[in-house]
Structures are given as structure tokens and as C-alpha cells.
């Protein structure tokens, strides 16, 4: 059956489905690793050193909307722990 051209073509289907997934997880990922620089950039530019904490809260943080949100407010908060969520 392995030798079938119906059981490559499902497998090689497979495959690129496989990839497909692959490359926009890896892009999501990207996008969040981008957001999450630049926030720590800026804020590190404007608020200091964030605390271990706070760094490790931010780190694990993979939600695109709310890291976004909190590099928004990055410039209208005083410390890092005056970001909503943190």
C-alpha cells in the first residue's frame, strides 16, 4: 500500500498541510517575539529595568492583543507594574 500513488499523494497532502501550520505558527510567534522587543525596549528606555517578575510575566506572555496593549501604554504608565495585568 505504501507503494500506492493514492497513499503518496494523501501523505505528501499531509505534509505540506504540516508545513503549512508549521510556517504560520512560526510566524505568529515572530510577530509576538516583535511585539514583546519592542516593549521591553521602549520600556526599558522610559521605565528602567522591569523586575524579575515583571521580565518573567512579560516573557511567557504570548497573547498578541495583550502584549500590543501593553506596548501602547508602555508611554502613559510610571512604573512597569502600573500596566493593566502585570
Known amino acids: 500500500m505504501r507503494e500506492s500513488d493514492t497513499y503518496r499523494a494523501i501523505l505528501e497532502e499531509r505534509i505540506e498541510v ?3 501550520q508549521g510556517i504560520e505558527v512560526g510566524r505568529e510567534e515572530g510577530i509576538v517575539n516583535g511585539v514583546l522587543r519592542s516593549l521591553l525596549i521602549i520600556g526599558r528606555l522610559r521605565l ?13 506572555e504570548t497573547d498578541l492583543e495583550r502584549l ?19
Open 18 to 20: 504540516g508545513r503549512e
Open 68 to 86: 500590543e496593549q501593553w506596548l501602547r501604554s508602555v508611554t502613559e504608565v510610571e512604573s512597569w507594574t502600573e500596566h493593566p495585568g502585570l
Open 48 to 60: 528602567g529595568e522591569p523586575t524579575p517578575e515583571v521580565l518573567r510575566r512579560l516573557q511567557a
